[in-house]
Structure formats: C-alpha cells, structure tokens
C-alpha cells in the first residue's frame, strides 16, 4: 500500500488513478483522506470553481458535457464533479448522454466523478466541498461542480462555487416548475437551454422581469452566521455591479455554449477586479469553518453523552417534563 | 416589580397585559424570560398551530385577518404571531389592512403580536417557537404563524406549525414568482387568494399538476438529522394518505375562508386519527433539540476561545496555512 505521500506525488504528476484513489479516501473520510487533505490544502485556490445547477429536465447534465468540450478546445484541463443521483456519470444516464460522455472519456485533460449521497446532506456539502479541494490541488484549471437544484442542501453546494450557473429551460410544468428554492438568488449567469422549444421568448422574459424586480437576496456574513439580505437601496454597492446575463443554449447542438465560457471567464475577471473574489472566499471559509464547527461540536458531544442520553432527554421533551432550552443546558453543561 | 411567577398566574387567568410583558422577556431572551419558558412548558401542546406563508402580494395578512374573525365566529380564541417585517400588525400596513386590525382589536378573545428580526435567522425560528409556546401555554384555541415564504428559514417556522397553509394568487410574475424556495413541499393546504383575478384557473391547474407530479418531498428524521426526502415508491405510506387540497378564496371580500378553517381543522383531526401528530411533534423537537444544542455548543466555544482566536484561524484557512478540518480538530480539543 502506497503512502498518501507517494500517492499526492503520483498525482501532482498526473496520474489519474492516484487521484481517484486520493478522492476515495477523502470521500470515505479515513484518517489517510484527513491527511491527504491537510497536506493538499497548501496547493489549493488555483483553479477557477462553477456551480451548475438546475431542475431536472433543463439538460444540465449536456450543458455541462458541451461545457466541457469548449473548455478542452481552449485548452483547459476540466474536472467535473457531479453532485446528483440521476446524473449521466453515475449510469442514471439515457443513451445519448452516456455517447457524450464516453466522447471525453480517452481525454487526459478531463476528469469526472460523481458524488454518492451521504446519510444527511450536510455531510454531503462537506464531502463535496473536500473532493473539490482534491482536484484543485491537482492542478485542473476549472473543476465544474454540477447539482441538481431541488433542495436547499444542493443549492448551498452550487453556491459555493466563485461563479454559479442556473440552468432553466422554456415550458417546465407552465413555466413555475424550474424556478424554486430560491435558486435565481444565487446565479451568475443564467442559461436557458433548449432554447428550441416553444415559449423560450416567455421564459427569458419572466427571469428578466424577476432579476429585475429587485427580489434579489445576496448572502452575507453577520457575526459567523451566513444570512440572506434582500437586495435594496441599503445593500452594499459592489455586490450590485454584476448584472446577471441570460444566455440562451441548445446544448445537444452546441448551440451558445462559447458565450457562456465566455461569460464564466469574464464573471471571474469581474470578481478579481472588484476583489470580491476574496470577499467571496472568505464568507465561504468562515461558513465552512462554522458549519464543521457545530457538526464536530455535536458529535464529539453524542460521543461524550451517547445517543440514549438524548433520547431520553427527548422523550423528556415530548412529555412536558423538560423544555427544550433547559434540556440542552442540562446538556451542555454536563459536557 | 412583578416575579414571574405572578406575571405566569395573571396570564393564565386572561391578562393581556401580563401576556405581553411576559412575551417581551421571552424574546429578549432574559434570565426571567428562560425561567419563564421553563415554568410554563408543562402547559403548552393544546393550541392548535397553523403556519401561514406566502410570497408578498399574495394577501396573505388579509387571509390571516378573515381567517381570525372565521375562527372567532366559530367561538375560538386566536392569537397571532406575525414574523414578517412588512406586516400590517408591524405597523408597515396600507390602510385598508389597518382598518381591519382595528376591527379585532378591542377583542378580548383575539392576541396579535409581530416579531422583530432577529441578528440571524436561526435565532428568529428559535424566538418564534419560543413566543408561539407562551401563547400556547396562555391558553389560546389557535396559534396562526404568519410569515413571507421568501427565505427557508421563513419556511422552516412555518413548517413548523401542525398545520402548514401556503398562499399563492393568480398572476404574480407571470405565474412563477410565487412558487419558489421548495414551498409546495410544506404545504398542508394550498389557497389561492385573489381568485377573482384573471388567471386563476392556469394557476389552480399548474398548482395541482405539480402536486401530482410526485415532487413533494417530506422530512424525515434520521440520526437526529433533518433530512428532505422525495416522495415516491418507497416512502413510507402513512404520510401519504392526506391530499393537499386547493382552496380558492378572495380574502377581502370573505369568500371561500370558511372552506379554509374547514380544511384546517379536518387536517387536525386526520393528524390525529393516524397519530402523525405525535410522530410530527416528535420530529419538530428533536429538531429543535438539536438545533438549540449546536448553537449552545457553537456560543460556548465562542465564550471560550474569543473571536479573536477564531478570526486568526479563519485568516490561516484563507492563507492556505491550515485547513478547515484541521482548524476544526485543533479548536474542538482545545476546548
């Protein structure tokens, strides 16, 4: 069995197995995997992150393979991480996307992984967030992290990314289906795709009309907290620089797909101007770093009482002996 | 100056007065205000809960007022607790909404309090529950929890509640501004207000198809973890047997609100029937349990190490010099 050392090495130099078996081990969270990470993190930063999310039937995971492809024709090395259950690299795929991907299959310059669902989405923001750090650290200078955007969990994994990608598509269950759990919030770009379809001039309108009514909320960071601030007259001024474009695409033509390499290029250039990129990247730090805080806290906590304690405590609750904030003083204070 | 303990008699026996004093120790979250919880938590668990939320334009602190006289008309008492900051109850109202406060107002049977924000979203959810078992505890037949479905954690309060009203209206960005942040997924009962505006029939019809969609995701409690799980196949059938109804109502004019509180109470007593009340209440504590703890915990680490030592660490993250698991193993055994 190799070193995590030899492997890091094997893989700095390219090897594409030493990766995978670095991402196992992340992804598993064995002490080897800690390690990896710990002496990967130094390495990190470098490459350029896009979230890519949207409901099912947008063809995100085709945007996402077309993506791909004009990154490669400039001459960009590309990993895809690919956060979804029902995604074309975890075999859920109908045949055309499964040609498409086998098409980059033999390219050294790309590499794809999907990700397994953890026991609670939170665990899997955290893996996610860690495999991310892996490719980076490997040297690809864009890791494209795709989810699905039907809960808030796969949201927050897409909204860590420098620039997020909303994929909406025309005619979605009349139009309200491809817009929910707050999704436009987030975006950079949006792409509409299939933009074949009928009722394509119906959909670019409605999410004009809707970036433009001001309900824009933008995340900020208050006291270690990640809040949601909705937009207004009193918003800090540099986050209402970028105006979001709406670019349409037919991905399985590969039809508008430059435009929105394009614009992921000039959004990162915009951000590095700005310097929101650091801003950017400090609130997702300090969110990461409260988010694992709590999760570990706990943990280490249920070690300490054991989860028959809780439970009984819980019952406690339930019968009206306790109430809930005495009972995590109870807690906290026998910890 | 009163003991809580006096304040609690008072309140019990139908001061208003007492009841604000009360609930203003409890949001402050004063060392009277926790003695006060405790003291009083034996008491709570009779009132009925019902969330109210929508997006804004809906109506839906119209629907809340019609809802209060229907339930009044009914002989039940009623208190409202309004967590939004463009409220009429917060005084932001047009005059119309005003004037029909003033209608109850001089109604002993009826309590309206509006809740002010909180430094953090999380510490709001935590206030309202807290606010929400005072009223309970104060012997009100009806909690109402009225909040715009703009953000999750909005959501969350509402959700809740034993009974979850969503408030949609025909015609609000072109259909698909309503819909958004996973609200369907909450909803005991739909209503759609404003229904004498043009477009009411798309709006009934798309609602129910995505009903019927099977999107509906429900939580479920799994390692003391909340978790968002999709409806299908293999989801345990008892949660399925309660069709989410549609309910057309034109507020201002009291039409259709009677089918509202209809519908609410028959929802109460399928909760019942099938013991998903229990199972509901058990999930919404555990969940609450475990949410105060990972604050308490993350406060008394914060108390411990001082956000000085935390803001260095945060710095040595951003500077690649530690990574954030190491951060956090490093700040958990120290404490």
Request: hydrophobic share 40%.
């Amino acid at each position: 069995m190799k070193s995590i050392e030899t492997l890091i090495e094997e893989m700095r130099s390219g090897s594409r197995r030493a990766l995978a078996r670095l991402i196992s081990q992340v992804e598993n969270e064995t002490p080897d995997g800690q390690h990896a990470l710990k002496l990967l993190y130094p390495h990190t930063g470098n490459a350029a992150t896009v979230g890519i999310t949207g409901a099912p039937g947008t063809g995100k995971s085709s945007l996402v393979n077309t993506m791909t492809k004009e990154l490669r024709r400039r001459d960009k090395t590309v990993a895809v991480v690919a956060v979804d259950p029902t995604s074309p690299f975890s075999g859920g795929a109908v045949l055309g996307d499964r040609f498409r991907m086998n098409d980059l299959a033999g390219d050294k310059g790309v590499f794809i992984r999907s990700m397994a669902t953890r026991g609670n989405l939170g665990g899997l923001a955290r893996a996610t967030f860690d495999v991310v750090r892996v490719l980076d650290a490997a040297g690809f200078d864009y890791v494209l992290i795709e989810t699905v955007g039907a809960g808030q969990s796969e949201v927050d994994i897409a909204k860590a990314a420098q620039t997020t990608v909303v994929v909406e598509a025309p005619g979605l269950g009349d139009d309200i289906q491809a817009i929910k759990a707050g999704i436009l919030e987030i975006a950079d770009i949006i792409v509409v795709n299939k933009a074949d379809r009928p009722g394509v001039k119906n959909t670019v309108r409605a999410l004009r009309a809707m970036l433009d009514l001001g309900h824009r909320q933008k995340m900020v960071a208050h006291h270690g907290q990640l809040m949601l601030m909705q937009d207004g007259p009193d918003t800090e001024p540099e986050y209402d620089f970028w105006r979001v474009p709406i670019i349409q695409t037919i991905a399985v033509e590969d039809d508008g797909i430059a435009k929105v390499i394009d614009k992921i290029e000039e959004h990162g250039e915009h951000l590095r101007e700005t310097g929101m990129d650091s801003d950017r990247e400090r609130l997702r730090l300090e969110t990461e770093l409260v988010d694992r805080l709590q999760d570990a806290l706990l943990r280490d906590l249920l070690d300490k009482t054991g989860p028959d304690e809780l439970e009984a405590l819980l019952q406690q609750i339930i019968n009206r002996e306790v109430d809930p904030a005495s009972a995590v003083r109870q807690l906290v204070s026998a910890s």
